[in-house]
């Protein structure tokens, strides 16, 4: 009890007795955090709880709300949906975005502080009214609501984060390195393939898995997209929670959390998670 | 860079993506921006008239609810802002102070993984949290606290309280990479000198981080005055905000004439922001660039 406990847990250098400002300090941003974890971590409570409304405290562990989500035609079809589509999201924007910003990091182009902002523009604007315009577009032209148009729409809203991490790989390695490759003989097609390619992977890599999270988590893009037999998982559970809540959609959201999670260890591993901190 | 030299062959890997956002971004806002001056669609309806009808509706408010649904959409996505900005600093400056690479890598993880969860999902949490019959209220009744249950859903305060929640890790992350770049040693000389923790905050690391501030602000409300999910869920009929206005348009109503007319207005709202925010960011590099 009386050791010190602040020595393993102490950001500071300077070493005090105990201080009052500094633990004020350390239980607000606990409390924040709390504030930001706690309801994912309540979600997973009423995933289990079998009582058939959302109820507090808990009565027991069930699988029940899992079963009838995994054993739900609609939620099915639409897990398939958002899963196949976000994984053709995953490709395109993997392929456009990474082409992108090898074009913008090492092309000459002229005025690219501006075409990079321009690429950054979906993310910037209201993605309802991306869905909206291209709503508008479809209806124009007369192609109705395909589903190629929903990928589409969602590759649009996921390159930039493509962009963003290829950049951020692209401006932290040495160019030296390819220029070495190239005084040593390299032709720039072979730098390009065997230098710049393999160095920007990991970047590339972990923006399409961001591609497929904004793409299989979309819902304002998708609104007025889709077609009501082919709706996105997103859109069938708002649409479910507007006249039920019961822990079905806690299981679907479990299973949408864990996705996401798995995703973030596999960011991790790629590329480290402080690319994502320049935003 | 050297400015002035030619674009390289490699410039022209930019090609699929300047394809897919002339077609599939630019084009179609285009569309959105031409439909609200008609009073139909051109294309399949040939007595279809161009008017500015859509755009006197909302101006002179005949239903007596669209200039409140522009209110209620800009003092939510406001009150939004503070409270992300209040609640966002600490985290902020705490990670960007943390010693330990362990520690900064788990905040890290805490603050993106709500990010990485949909906005569906998390507002469904916080229904289950803030519902008459939701977390809170059934410990407050249980504790005997209130008699009845709290109104912390179905109006502004819920609507807030999630949008708080959804959008707080882009103002951390938005002020972490500006705090971090405040050189720590400033505050410290403040404070060898004789000011108190708080005065050096306050008078030294506090106004550096300003643009990162306005910064994270801008992006914050530029997100909650878009949010459709959360303030149709949590809100129900209580609240009423601009893109609620434009799927009722689109989905009840079907008059994409008058949604594109609301889309326009909103369009121009986050323009303002947009732009504010990149002059921001653009002095933001200038003066890291010099340093």
């Known amino acids: 009890m009386s050791a010190p406990m602040s020595a393993p847990m102490s950001v500071v250098a300077n070493k005090r007795p105990f201080d009052v400002g500094h633990a004020a300090y350390l239980a607000l941003n ?48 639409a897990l398939w949906l958002s899963l196949w589509v976000a994984s053709v999201v995953l490709v395109l924007s993997i392929l456009i975005g990474g082409a992108c910003a090898l074009a913008l990091a090492r092309g000459n182009l002229p005025g690219r502080a501006f075409l990079t902002a321009f690429f950054m523009s979906p993310l910037m604007l209201p993605a309802i009214l991306t869905g909206l315009a291209l709503f508008q577009a479809y209806l124009l032209s007369g192609i109705g609501r395909p589903v190629w148009g929903l990928i589409l729409a969602h590759t649009l809203v996921a390159v930039p984060y493509v962009i963003r991490t290829t950049l951020a790989v692209l401006h932290n390695f040495d160019r030296r390195i390819e ?15 065997e230098v710049t390619l393999p160095l920007i992977r990991p970047g590339v890599f972990a923006g399409g898995v961001f591609a497929f999270i904004v793409s299989f988590d979309q819902f304002p ?16 559970l708002f649409n479910y929670m507007k006249f039920d809540l019961d822990g079905a959609i806690a299981a679907a959201s479990m299973v949408s959390i864990l996705l996401a999670l798995s995703v973030v260890l596999v960011l991790e591993r790629l590329i480290g998670l402080k690319a994502y901190v320049k935003l | 860079m050297i400015s002035g030299a030619r674009p390289s062959p490699i410039a022209w890997l930019v090609a699929p993506a300047a394809l897919l956002f002339v077609l599939f971004f630019v084009l179609p806002f285009g569309v959105m921006a031409m439909m609200s001056f008609y009073s139909g669609n051109p294309v399949t309806n040939p007595n279809a008239f161009a008017t500015t009808r859509h755009y006197e509706r909302f101006i002179f408010d005949t239903a007596g609810i669209y200039h409140e649904a522009l209110w209620s959409t800009l003092s939510i996505g406001l009150v939004t802002t503070v409270v992300s900005l209040l609640i966002g600093y600490p985290l902020a400056h705490w990670m960007a ?162 949604a594109g007319a609301l889309g326009v207005i909103l369009l121009l709202v986050s323009l303002a922001i947009v732009v504010a925010y990149n002059r921001i960011l653009a002095r933001l590099s200038g003066e890291q660039g010099m340093a």
Do not use: C
């Open chain 1, 30 to 77: 606990a409390l924040l955090l709390t504030f930001l974890l706690a309801p994912i971590a309540i979600v997973l409570v009423f995933a289990l709880n079998p009582t058939p409304y959302i109820s507090f405290p808990p009565v027991g562990v069930s699988l029940r709300w899992f079963e009838k989500f995994f054993a739900g035609t609609e939620f099915m079809n």
């Open chain 1, 179 to 193: 220029e070495a490759a190239a005084v040593l003989g390299a032709s720039p097609a072979r730098v390009f393939f």
């Open chain 1, 221 to 236: 893009v998708s609104l007025f997209l889709v077609v009501p037999k082919g709706e996105t998982l997103p859109v069938v």
């Open chain 2, 97 to 258: 102070r943390m010693q330990s690479r362990l520690g900064h890598a788990l905040v890290l993880m805490a603050v993106i993984a709500p990010m990485l969860t949909g906005i569906v999902v998390r507002t469904f949490a916080w229904m289950t949290i803030l519902q008459d019959k939701g977390v809170i209220n059934t410990l407050l009744i249980q504790w005997g606290l209130t008699d009845k249950p709290l109104p912390l859903m179905y109006n502004e305060f819920g609507t807030v309280v999630a949008l708080v929640h959804i959008y707080v890790p882009f103002m951390v992350l938005t002020l972490t990479g500006v705090i971090g770049r405040i050189d720590e040693r400033l505050e410290q000389a403040a404070r060898s000198l004789g000011a108190g923790r708080v005065r050096a905050f306050v008078e030294v690391t506090l106004p550096l981080s300003l643009p990162g501030i306005l910064a994270g602000s801008l992006l914050v409300f530029a997100l909650s005055i878009s949010a459709y999910v959360t303030p149709s869920l949590m809100g129900g009929t209580n609240v009423l905000t601009l893109p609620m206005l434009i799927a009722q348009q689109v989905g009840t109503s079907f008059n994409p004439n008058f």
